[in-house]
């Protein structure tokens, strides 16, 4: 029963979708570097000026320990890059 459990719990952590819901986990610097990684890249440039103004503000916001404001303007940022 315990081994049973266990499984669901490590099945339930693959399946649960990366980055697709609010996550305290965009406000960290290893995710920061990958929007760097991801902005960098688009090619529409209204969008990427708009997704590289919203990851400012994002990291702004992680800096001062606002992490309510990081999620909200990364998800702004990811709404950009098309997430
Ligand atoms: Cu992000």
Excluded at 4 to 26: E, F, H, I, Q, Y
Excluded at 56 to 65: F, L, T, V
Excluded at 70 to 76: E, P
């Amino acid at each position: 029963m315990l081994r049973l459990v266990m499984l669901a719990a490590v099945a339930a952590t693959m399946l649960a979708p990366a980055g697709a819901r609010a996550d305290k986990s965009w406000c960290t610097d290893e995710h920061m570097q990958k929007m760097d990684a991801m902005v960098a890249k688009m090619t529409d440039e209204a969008k990427k000026k708009s997704a590289q103004t919203n990851l400012d503000a994002s990291k702004a916001a992680m800096k001062s320990g606002d992490t309510e404001g990081c999620i909200a303007s990364m998800k702004l940022a990811h709404t950009d890059m098309g997430m």
